[in-house]
């Protein structure tokens, strides 16, 4: 609908003379917040009380004027007439008092208003908050914000495509990594280097193992048959002595008891065979060690090269693609955005607001000089008027004294009294005159500003304040931008490419979030964001980025690119010369351990050498069988000096058998290297296929595609993760309204707050329609007066 003549007088006429109206804009929005309720008939009411007033009014100013112009009937001046005249005067008076009363308050609201407007002297720096003070600082404001808009626009329009840059090459920097390892992978390069490495790891350990087993079981072999020999000689030395005491031994028990301990000698032999240890696997075991270690440090040399050289060629490819993708070339015209935003909208905008603030400013100036005249211009002509009526009644009054108005039952008239108030009284007939011209159009203004004004606080400040309210005035504002948006985007000078980046749905809830949403919150130091707050979470369609024709043409170049590169590469110089002989040393060890069994050899490493405790138990009881020879024979001695160096020789078992156990572990831990057959059956069959696939040109070029595709869409996925919420901020930061918000309340305040410009309005209009009543009754009241003291003091008798 066009707003015109039309249309303004069906909206006065629906807001004031229908019972329930009716508006357009309130039928279309949706159910849920529409208004159930209007003030129609309360506007409706008020016309009619405000028409019976000024009515009222006219008539009681119409009576004054024609009880002034009666002419004065001749009649009795009696008893009743002059009680009539003293309550008049009476009457009078306190309507006077009344009026000044209401007179007072007029004048106290009076200069609220006058206040509220501010006053000449007021500049847009100073501290009142007078009107004219606030819509200074209101344009100021406003001017230093939309002056600031494209400046902080393009600063972080600016640190946000840094971000995004950073955060692209942060992404190809974990890229080209994985395309490295998936690329190692896919041609069993890095399944090799990990077998390899572990292998050569294993086999190692093996290869200590088998050195351990070859130094430790020569000492062992050399340190149990030392203690073989002594046993042995100590074992002789005794079977000596023992044949020569026991037949010299005088009782028979004795002897028998003797050579009993002779029978027990074999408990000194030592049970270890030496030749029982298969020191031949061992060693050549060691040896297959030794070479194998040896071609899996050249393999793995050779693999490392193939890790660098293709991590070379992809380096370059990662260059390429940061030389190609400068995505501040590409968002360069959403940074001419903010300059075609500073030229054509924020410029033209700030000069009409140049323009306009000096006649707002004169204008409001105009009002502050103009409304103290005519209020205190009004103050002066109803003091006037009051000192003016109170003078009169003070004369009539003495008058009335003079001539025993008030103590005599009949009126004198002394012979001589000169009557003058007769000029007075003609004079006093002519109040009705400021009545007829004052009263009725204050009373004409009262009722159409307080209507005005009411109208303006229930049908537009309530939209503005009220929670009800406020969701119809979101709702009209969102039907109004879902047809206006879409014309006003594509009114603007944007790029096409730049349109297709960004998302620009429909504000919603504009007023609500300028007026809650971006007011500053004491306990966060961020400032509101005006997109977020009008429902534009984010500004930028991320994916739109990512996936852009120009990036996926930079990505499909350099895709080819690292096919071409990895063609280049010489896979020959990565396979080892020495592959075969390594291939020969991973059967032997694998044969040599499927062959070996050192189960006899752990059991004999792990069977005691002699019976030490058997042995001592033998020594005690012999020591205690020759000490009850009778003499001092010399085998005595010899068999006490020969168990004495046993016990000697005895304490070398210990260390023997833990040398025995250890070495019985290192042959346990050697054969449990048979598992070890399926690592090197991998490896074999790993090497193989990395030979296979290397020789092979078709097969290394067909992973490469593959493999960049699905880390390029992992990298994406990754990258639009991360830019979104770079984009979050983006939009939160781009657009700051808090200082719109300041804005925003502030205008509101001035109209619509409990101490804004329309309450004072109609506030003082309230006053004036109060001292209007008063008014004409004082009025009223004393030309009645006047008329009864012309009846009784001044009508001529003769």
Known sequence: ATFNSSTIKSLVSNTFLKRDPTFRVLDVLPAEVRPTETGGSNYLLFLVVGAATFLITLAL????????????????????????????????????????????????????????????????????????????????ETKQLLQEVPENGRRITNSTLHSVQDSVFKELGFLIPDILDQLLVAYKARALLDLAKELANTVGWMGNTTTYILREQEKLVFGIQWFQGNMSE??????????????????????????????????????????????????????????????????????????????????AVLAQIRGQLDLQKQFQPLLNIWDSLSGNVMQPVVSQLDKLQPAVDSATKTVANVMPIVGYVLCVIYTLFFVVILIYLVLIGLEAKKRDLLDSDSISDPKGTPRKSRNLIALGQCLPLFAIIIVPILVVLGVILISVVGVLNNEGCRYVERDTSIRITDAALNLYLKYTWPKLIAEQSIDPKIISLLELPVPQNVYSGLRFTCQKSANSSTPPGLLPSVGLKNLVNVSAVVYQPEVQRVINDSEQSLVDEIKKLDFSKVLPSNLDELLQSVGNIKNNLKNANYSSTIDLLRRPIVDVEGIRNYLNQMRQMVSLVPGQHTEVTKIRKTADDIEVTLGNVTHLSESAKRLADAFDTLWKFENLTVQLDKLNSTVSDAQQILKNNTAVEEPVSRIYRERMDRMFINLTRGLEQVMTRFTTNVLLCDRLNVILVSVQSVACGSSGMLNRIGAYMFTVLLLACPLVLTVLLFQLFLRQHQRLCLSSRS
């Open 61 to 140: 100013v119409i009576a004054t004027l024609i009880i002034s112009c009666l002419r004065q009937r001749s009649g009795s001046k009696s008893k009743g007439g002059k009680t009539t005249y003293i309550a008049l005067g009476i009457s009078t008076l306190v309507m006077l008092v009344f009026a000044v009363f209401c007179f007072i308050f007029a004048c106290l609201a009076f200069d609220y208003v006058a206040k509220g407007v501010g006053t000449s002297s007021d500049t847009p720096s100073g501290n009142s908050s007078g009107l004219r003070q606030t819509l200074n600082s209101l344009f100021n």
């Open 234 to 315: 100590h074992q002789k030395a005794l079977n000596e002595s023992l044949t020569i005491l026991c037949p010299q031994i005088p009782t028979e028990d004795g002897r028998k008891r003797c050579q009993g301990f002779a029978d027990q000698l074999s408990l000194f032999n030592v049970n270890f065979n030496a030749s029982q240890l298969l020191t031949e696997p061992s060693k050549a075991l060691s040896d297959l060690a030794s070479v194998f270690g040896t071609n899996m440090t050249q393999l793995v040399e050779k693999f490392s090269n193939l890790d660098g050289e293709v991590r070379k060629q992809t380096d």
